[in-house]
Every structure is written in C-alpha cells, then in structure tokens.
C-alpha cells in the first residue's frame, strides 16, 4: 500500500514538474499535492459502509473532494497580488484623506482664531 501511494504521489509531481519547465511561468511557483485523493485513489475511496481503508469509522469525518486536483498556486498568486494592489491602492486613498483632514483641521483652528481675535478687539 505505502508502495503504491508513493509511486503516485511520485508521478503526480514528475508531470507537474514536466508542466512547470514546459510553461516557465514563474521560476518560484510551487507544485500543490493533495495527499489525501492521493490516498484515496489507491485505497480505491470508501466502501459500502462509507469507511475508507485505514481509517475505519473516522473516514465519516473524512471528506474527499470530488474535484481534480490542482497542481498549481497560480490563481492563488494571481490573487495575492490583486489584494496587494487594492491595499496599495486604499492605503493611498486613506493618506489623502488624512492630508485633506489635517488641512480641513488647519484653516478650521486659523479661523477660530481669526473670530477670536476679532471678538477680542470689539
């Protein structure tokens, strides 16, 4: 059984190897394995009872994803770096807003003093 895994675990990262050096999208992307629909592709998913091999009455709170397996953080980049420019963009929204406060802040304190001082002289 440990055999049989391994030698799929090992062939899914051989192609998703092949497919990095094919593309060369980015040197630094990282190929995502999925152990456990490794796992239940060679224990061949549950039984009539639901168990999966190995793991008896606790594959009940295992889930198996019924999706192919991504091989790929390419979105998940893609991603990060869309909420990295929207909080640049927000963080540059927020300076401004905070500059225009101060400024607003500022001719507010001039123009108390200015009806002070015009108070004062009457």
Request: glycine share 4%; net charge negative.
């Amino acid at each position: 059984m440990k055999e049989k895994y391994q030698h799929h675990r090992d062939e899914i990262l051989q192609h998703s190897t092949e497919e990095d050096t094919s593309t060369q999208d980015s040197p630094n992307t990282a190929t995502f394995v999925n152990d456990n629909e490794i796992y239940m592709n060679v224990v061949g998913g549950p039984n009539y009872k639901e168990n999966v091999y190995g793991l008896g009455t606790l594959s009940k709170r295992f889930s198996c994803s019924k999706s192919v397996p991504s091989t790929s953080i390419a979105p998940v980049e893609n991603q990060i770096e869309e909420m990295r420019e929207t909080i640049n963009k927000l963080n540059a929204e927020l300076l401004a807003k905070e500059n225009k406060e101060k400024t607003l802040e500022e001719k507010m304190l001039q123009l108390m003093e200015n009806h002070n001082n015009q108070s004062q002289k009457m």
